[in-house]
């Protein structure tokens, strides 16, 4: 069983930033890609960054420039640090991980429980 916890999530003014935090624990042989995606009121969740265990990253053209996603992948943890903070960032944010458990099973996809993260004007 792996577990993915999220931290960091909170209430900030526009132009503000904020870091989210993310640790996978269990059964890990290795992770392959981390990211975060992310969920407002009434809309589908979408990708916001991810990142490969080389280290590549992909964003959103919407937080190209203001967000940076990063890992540890020797605390088998990723890191979003969120700058120039919008309302319409507003949303639940949720890590996911690509997680190979033993060496012999298949890599299985791991979230988390999501955490709030609220720009006000």
């Known amino acids: 069983q792996v577990q993915l916890v999220e931290s960091g999530g909170g209430l900030v003014q526009a132009g503000g930033s904020l870091r989210l935090s993310c640790a996978a624990s269990g059964y890990i042989f290795r992770i392959n890609s981390m990211g975060w995606y992310r969920q407002a009121p009434g809309k589908k969740r979408e990708l916001v960054a991810s990142?490969?265990?080389?280290?590549?990253?992909t964003y959103a053209d919407s937080v190209k420039g203001r967000f940076t996603i990063s890992r540890d992948n020797a605390k088998n943890g990723v890191y979003l640090q969120m700058s120039s903070l919008k309302p319409e960032d507003t949303a639940v944010y949720y890590c996911e991980a690509d997680i190979k458990p033993t060496l012999l099973r298949a890599v299985e996809v791991a979230w988390g429980q999501g955490t709030q993260v609220t720009v006000s004007v």
């Open positions: 990142i490969t265990s080389a280290g590549t990253t």
